[in-house]
């Protein structure tokens, strides 16, 4: 919720911050573009233009008509749109009872969900990979046809929903814990039993924090390469970042192709977080409700 | 008389024996015949232009003239990726039967148990057909592990003709010309066009400086031999050509460089095979190739490392897709496989291909078969990333002008050392 | 006479503990808990244990063969740890560690708050703003740090372009470990600050218009709405992130390894690429599991004292 209208003198200033801010956060990717324009493949240019001399959408031609863009892209909306529910949707329950009750284990609980991320993470590739083909989900045979889903997607999936997850339920708990308690008392005495007070009052009022959560979980599939990187052997499984670094060879890389590809993955997380920042501000949020 | 002919012919019978039984661990693979369905999983890390131009046509004729061997191959990433990747996936029972790989990683592959020895299963035959440098640039400790594709990977001088005429022969002509090329054109007192190029603070580049003054970074038991003269004089070198001929970019990494090449603001760049076929087709670049000059003091040429890609097969396969991958990479290292390498400007492991029309009568790839035999393979002992990894940080200390030669010089011997034995 | 109901209270704990009774308790909690905590104990626990292993162990390249084929390990003790704390640049490292993170932790977050709440207020464009501010996060990491690298260059960078143009000589950036450590921090931070926004942004959704409206009806200035209503009340849904980024900011593989890559290569290692160099260049497993535990230390206990302070506060 917004507060009181700001006087002119200081809307100014504040679209002055904000618009050399835009400059400095737009820049360098405003040259990533510039360079997937580039014909001849360099990575830098010694002009400071962002449009090369005979600029080319030829990187793009070849990306989407040649390469397998179009199943990366199939293979990581499929693996990010599952990791994000499994993200969403566990981390909406196990936050609100971290949030709500008090039950014995709460504290380590909590605590177990952050030391996860304390160790550093490239010392647990190995045995990660090593988990996941014990278990068979390094192969790369279809289990689910028509979506195009391997047992790899399915160890992937895993693999980021439980990376994502600490955040997520932190993130929930704390939301949870800004919402007044007296609501869900409320419900039960109107008759609701736990999980419909959760689900059916608390949920719709901790949306800002389930955008979040989704943006957090989406972000964590959609960019990830290392992991995916080792499991994923055939070409047709690719998610996007492994085929991006398809691209990338000892020496020479194929930058044009290389930094279209990035802009190409860009685009979905905008619309995205287009989509979902609507639910970020305003008229939906618990003072809407209240007030 | 009839007697000595009998006694002639128990002795041949008997030494065709011993000669057989001796021959009985030769396995031969690639004379043999592939009786069942196999799949050969390759990972290489090579550009993407290679795989698409290079490796899938010719996997492609090999799967149609072998009709039960799949082969998948599969982009692993970087080098370093293609390492630690195939490690991973080894230990987790799953990985590539085959791997395209630069010759470094022989090293660590077969100190690890990782990479098959291959001098069994390979028939004389075929390792007749390479150059004497193939099989040992992929062996160690007297075993080979690997069969190289292509040769090289090493640097040389490559010049633009729109800007100079020719290559010089040794380093003062060079810096010479260099200097009249480093010009500030608009006169806002910052450099426009270099007179040279390279990858000033990389110490594979450094090392075709550091062989040019006789000096080499191992003894003969792999101990690091770097706090020497020579180390000094090739630091003093290229620390002269920054700071005092200022003929190179003041900062010039590998993508700097390479894109001033590219685009027409450098005369002369030293870089590797690699990135001839890119040079060749940039619109602003007619491309000359020479042997990196002579340096005075020593009379000696540039002498860089020298390296190149093969195969190396994993431990552990089942026969037949040992049969299948032996097969495979005397298909890769036949002479027509190697003439599609030729023709992306890679030198070939195979002795014929040398006779090719494309490396007898190309200027570019005659001018890179001569820097080769300028160079010096490069030691495949893990220890050399010790070596790199202390050279590199006194490099650029010395490039940054905060260490003089002889300290950095001190400094390299002292952090290899210790680098190698922190690796025991 | 007791209650019957308090005497269960009573012993429950002790001597009475009825598992029905516990269960029906807090049936709820657990089921809720359950598929969340199963998922990241599938994935965690297995690759810890591994590592604490070896962290005992000497496994190298050299003893790396019977490792795979035998599953044998030699274990030398905490002789690993010892040698590590001997180590000079130990001490160095986690300095350099530790400034890195809380630089870049105070700057995401501050910057992060500060976007957050101008961008929540009634001012024009605000959608545009805030989607091309979250720009630095959309992207791929691994290119746009190698972009920043080339806009550090001397020469022809894009900072030093800018610097010249304000009158300042240029800074030959990747060439010294203070100005290539700034690089990277500037590098980091502005990766880092979309994120800490767009939490911040959720938080501010919390937070009770009134209290504002109360605060204006007592006259209160914009800044001391801020400084007693907002920051005190994002608290709560900012602690996780703060934690979370903390954690790792200190464990940020990727931005000084990439930047550093050919330049100033181990000049500015912080604590976990010398972890990566020494497992992945120098094949030193046994000696890597160990500095990844003590790191994995160093952050437990930071985090809980850190919870235990900002609860007690």
Known sequence: MSVKKDPTWKKVVFHIILIISVIIAVYPALRVFGTSLRPGDSLHSTSLAIIPDNATFEAYRTLIFDKGFLVWLRNSLLVTFFTVIIGVSLASTAGYVFSRKRFPGRKGGLTFFLLTQMFPATMLLLPMYILLAQFGLTEQTIVVPFLGMAKAHIGLIIMYSSTALPLCVWQMKGYYDTIPESLEEAALVDGLNQFQAFYKIILPLAKPALVITALFSFMTAWNEYMVARVVMTDNSLYTLPVGLTNLAGQFNTAWAQFAAASVLIMIPVMAIFLLLSRFLVGGLTLGGVKG | ?424 | MSQPGENLRFTSALSNFSLKDFWREHKFSYMMLLPAFIVVLFVVIYPFFYNFRLAFSNLNMYNMRQFIQNDELTYVGIQNFIQIVQESSFWIILLRTVAWTVINVVAHVGFGIFYAIILDRDIMFKSIYRTLLVIPWAIPQYIVVLIWKGMFNFRYGAVNLLLRKIGVPGVAWLSQASTGFSAALIVNIWLGIPFMMMIALGGLQSIDPNFYEAAEIDGASNWQQIKHITLPLLKPVMLPAVILGVVWTFNNLRVIYLLTQNTLTNKIDILVTHVYRSAFEFYRYGYAAAFSLIIFVILLVWAISFIDYINAD
């Open chain 2, 1 to 424: 008389m009839r007697k000595s002919i009998i006694t002639v012919s128990i002795l041949v019978l008997a030494l065709s024996l011993i000669f057989s039984v001796g021959a009985a661990a030769q396995q031969d693979l690639d004379k043999k015949e592939i009786t069942e369905e196999v799949t050969l999983k390759l990972w290489e890390a090579d550009e993407e232009r290679i795989d698409t131009e290079i490796l899938d046509p010719l996997i492609e004729r090999f799967e149609r003239k072998y009709t039960n061997v799949t082969v998948e191959r599969t982009h692993a990433g970087s080098v370093e990726d293609l390492r630690q990747n195939t490690q991973t996936a080894y230990m987790g029972g799953q990985g590539p039967d085959l791997v395209l790989s630069p010759f470094d990683h022989i090293g660590p592959f077969s100190i690890m148990g990782l990479a098959q020895p291959l001098d069994e299963l390979m028939s004389q035959d075929m390792k007749d057909k390479y150059i004497d440098a193939a099989l040992p640039g992929m062996s160690l400790h007297g075993e080979t592990y690997g069969v190289p594709v292509t040769m090289g990977n090493h640097l040389m001088l490559m010049y633009n003709k729109n800007i100079v005429d020719e290559a010089p022969e040794t380093w003062s002509e060079l810096i010479e010309v260099a200097k009249a090329n480093t010009v500030d054109e608009d006169g806002d007192g910052l450099v426009d066009k270099y007179g040279l190029a390279y990858n000033l603070n990389e110490p594979f580049w450094w090392a075709a400086f550091h062989g040019g003054f006789d000096g080499w970074v191992f003894d003969e038991e792999y101990n690091p031999t770097l706090n020497t003269e020579a180390t000094v004089d090739a630091l003093q070198f290229v620390y002269d050509l920054k700071f005092e001929h200022e003929i190179v970019p003041k900062e010039s990494d590998y993508d700097l460089m390479d894109s001033l090449f590219k685009e027409g603001n450098v005369a002369f760049i030293i870089n590797g095979d690699w990135s001839i076929e890119g040079y060749k087709n940039a619109e602003n670049i007619d491309l000359g190739v020479a042997p990196i000059p002579r340096f005075e003091k020593t009379g000696k040429y540039g002498q860089p490392m020298t390296s190149g890609k093969g195969f190396i097969m994993l431990t552990e396969l089942p026969e037949q897709k040992q049969i299948a991958a032996i097969k495979f990479i005397d298909f890769m290292t036949s002479t027509a496989a190697q003439e599609l390498y030729v023709d992306n400007n890679f030198l070939p492991s195979n002795d014929q291909a040398y006779g090719l029309p494309q490396i007898q009568n190309d200027p570019v790839m005659k001018g890179s078969a001569e820097q080769l035999r300028n160079g010096k393979a490069m030691p495949v002992v893990p220890e050399m990333r010790g070596v790199w990894d202390a050279v590199r940080p006194a490099l650029q200390s010395v490039m940054s002008d905060d260490l003089t030669p002889e300290a950095a010089a001190e400094q390299m011997q002292k952090e290899a050392e210790e680098n190698i034995k922190s690796m025991q």
